[in-house]
């Protein structure tokens, strides 16, 4: 893959990124409520943390990652009244995470304590993970079209040509677009406060 | 010096891919699904009739009832009711 080529900047709104709508004390408190719309957007907002603590950092197989996916958003569904600070949510998920991760690897390795199931690395994977959720929140500042391409493109690992099929633009539309929307991301970034490492 | 240049932000964006859409789509559907669970269950305790009914066909009481015949809410709803 070439280098994106340079191109003018795209504004991205500074209210909805530094705080996304709802936030986070905001949507936990309205699942505890019994607002199921809430809960749903609480799975999707913290669905790829999750995912990436058990694939990534605890490297579990895919029906292992599988499990361990649905019991963390069980258990968190069952004691959303247990969490003291609301805006914790995504750090006691993060642990919670991590807890049934070792479980799961402990279950393989029979009774073996924590420290010798656990992958080499795995605060520094976490920590990465952490910032990763920082700079993904920096997308709910960008445009829409920013946040699909920027989607597409990294997350889900989309070539300009899938892309632009699918949004019916040429290739080197996507790649200016791509690289003015990073361009937004990185100042916008560059504006906020280091993430505080939350697990 | 900034932390974020485009090449770090890159990288970072591709640490969190989206989860399996089923394994979000359960997560979401939980409640409903518990809530569901739960009613079917305390009926099928309460009525014998309706427990036959469910216990004899579980998707097509599943169905009868509204509910989604989700595999793993079918599962747990034979375990449930195992002689």
Not at chain 2, 6 to 23: D, K, M, Q, S
Not at chain 2, 38 to 58: G, H
């Amino acid at each position: 893959m070439g280098p994106l080529p340079r191109s003018a900047g795209v504004r991205f709104d500074t209210r909805t990124a530094i705080s996304p709508e709802p936030n986070d004390a905001a949507l936990v408190a309205r699942c505890r409520a019994g607002d199921h719309a809430a809960w749903h957007e609480l799975v999707e907002r913290f669905s790829r943390y999750v995912y990436a603590i058990s694939v990534q950092a605890f490297r579990l197989p895919h029906h292992d990652a599988e499990d361990v996916f649905q019991e963390v958003f069980a258990r968190a569904y069952q004691q959303l009244d247990k969490l003291r600070d609301d805006e914790a949510i995504r750090p006691w998920l993060g642990q919670l995470t991590r807890r049934l991760c070792i479980d799961r690897l402990r279950a393989g390795a029979r009774e073996a304590p924590a420290e010798e199931v656990e992958p080499a690395g795995i605060d520094e994977t976490i920590s990465e993970l952490d910032e990763a959720f920082a700079v993904r929140e920096a997308l709910a500042a960008a445009p829409e079209h920013c946040r699909e391409v920027i989607d597409r493109f990294f997350c889900r690992d989309e070539s300009y040509a899938t892309i632009g099929a699918a949004l019916d633009l040429p290739s080197g539309t996507i790649a200016s677009r791509i690289s003015r929307c990073l361009a937004g991301m990185r100042k916008f970034l560059e504006g906020k406060k280091p993430a505080a490492s939350a697990v | 010096m900034s932390r974020y240049d485009e090449t770090r932000i890159g990288e970072l964006l591709r640490r969190l891919p989206p989860a399996p859409e089923a394994w979000v789509r359960a997560a979401q559907e939980m409640p409903l699904a518990r809530l569901g669970l739960d009613d079917l269950v305390r009926r099928a305790e309460e009525d014998a009739e309706f427990r036959t009914r469910l216990v004899a066909d579980l998707e097509a009481a599943l169905r009868e009832e509204g509910v989604a015949p989700d595999p793993k809410l079918v599962e747990e709803l034979r375990r449930r009711f195992q002689p």
